[in-house]
């Protein structure tokens, strides 16, 4: 909503730089929760399950929010470009890089898991990511969306 309104009022700085508190604001915050999880992550585990019988969950647990957990930062940066381009209209963009971050999980999970296990599966989460970011965060920098126009000039 933000995107379009300003897009509206032809307001391309205010979007940029919301873009940029956006990313400011969720990077602190996803660290902060990243490190909090990962500092509590055995702790959080033993809410659901009993540490006496279920310490080899626990500990699986606790391995994949270490992933987890800082990978948040990646979803929170990639999201605040898809949601950028969304506002001001230019949504194949999000279909796109939903398609390219699906294929990308599914080849980082069949390159890694033979070598790493489960942890190559954890790691395609957060790589499949780092890679749906790629395509949004190119288009935003090449200004393409910029020339968008969500309503109609009135002219016919």
Not at 39 to 60: E, G, K, V
């Amino acid at each position: 909503m933000y995107t379009g309104q300003n897009m509206g009022k032809h307001d391309i700085d205010r979007v940029c730089q919301g873009l940029r508190d956006s990313l400011k604001a969720l990077c602190v915050s996803c660290l902060v929760v990243a490190v909090a999880v990962f500092a509590s992550r055995r702790l959080l585990l033993s809410i659901f399950l009993d540490p006496a019988t279920d310490a080899a969950s626990i500990a699986q647990g606790a391995d994949f929010l270490s992933v987890m957990g800082f990978a948040y930062i990646i979803a929170a940066v990639m999201n605040s470009y898809l949601n950028v381009l969304r506002g001001a209209g230019d949504v194949n963009v999000s279909l796109v890089a939903g398609l390219f971050e699906m294929g990308a999980r599914l080849a980082f999970a069949s390159l890694l898991a033979p070598h790493l296990g489960v942890w190559g599966i954890w790691l395609a989460t957060p790589l499949s990511w780092a890679s749906g970011c790629i395509i949004p965060v190119v288009r935003y920098y090449n200004k393409e969306w910029m020339k968008r126009t969500l309503i109609g000039t009135g002219e016919k």
